[in-house]
C-alpha cells in the first residue's frame, strides 16, 4: 500500500513529467506483485494534501494521518496546513462503488 498526493498539473497550468507539481489529489494505491504495478487506487482526499503515513489496528481497520489544505486566497502567502486521520477498511480501497 502506498499513499502520495497523485497529481500531475499544476497552478500554472503547465503540465509536465520531471517538474514539480501541485500537492493535491492524495490517493492511497495498492500491488499484488510486490511493486511492479499499482492497479488499484483511489483518492482519499482530492483537495490540497502532503505527507502521510499509514497504520493497521489489529482488527484490519487502515488508519492514514495526513496533512490536507485548503486554496488561500491573494492576502495569504502560503495555504493553511491540517492535520487529518482517517480510516478505512480495504474493501473501501478495493470496491469501487463504496
Known amino acids: ?51 502521510s503515513d499509514r497504520a493497521v489496528l489489529p482488527e484490519a481497520t487502515i488508519l492514514c494521518f495526513y496533512e490536507r489544505g485548503r486554496e488561500v486566497n491573494a492576502k495569504q502567502t502560503k495555504p493553511i496546513s491540517l492535520l487529518t486521520l482517517t480510516r478505512f477498511k480495504m474493501e473501501w480501497l478495493t470496491n469501487p462503488n463504496d
Open 1 to 51: 500500500m502506498f499513499a502520495n498526493p497523485h497529481n500531475l498539473s499544476r497552478a500554472d497550468g503547465n503540465e509536465a513529467l520531471s517538474q514539480s507539481r501541485d500537492r493535491k489529489n492524495l490517493s492511497i494505491m495498492l500491488t499484488e506483485d510486490d511493486g511492479q504495478t499499482w492497479p488499484i487506487s483511489r483518492v482519499l482526499e482530492p483537495g490540497m494534501s502532503a505527507y
